[in-house]
């Protein structure tokens, strides 16, 4: 019993030794998360670190773009080699009344 209560009292008392050694934890800051212009018209934005999260915002109506990754297509509809083309795709927006727009009401 003495053994384990020596073994326990020297881990407590060195674990404070070994965290003070410890690297210290690099901060990332934080990334701009709004999409805004001053004078343009069309605004590229990207919310995350994720190339899946750009948009593009149109400031004049609040229609919103994503980008996405379209596979291109061979003549007899097979799916043509390489990784396709990006294109604009619009989002529709959720109204009360349960129906979708693409203006933001």
Known sequence: MKTQTSVISAL??????Y???????????PQEKTIS????????????????DQFMLDTKTGRLWTIVLKKS????GTDAPGDGFRVLEPI???NIDDSLSLDPK
Do not use: C, H, T
Not at 73 to 76: F, Q, S, V
């Open 12 to 17: 407590v008392l060195l674990f404070p030794i």
């Open 19 to 29: 965290s003070y050694g410890a690297d210290a934890v690099k901060m990332k800051a």
């Open 37 to 52: 212009s001053e004078n343009g018209r069309f605004v590229f934005g990207q919310i995350s670190d994720f190339r899946s």
């Open 73 to 76: 297509k061979n003549p007899d």
């Open 92 to 94: 529709f927006y959720n």
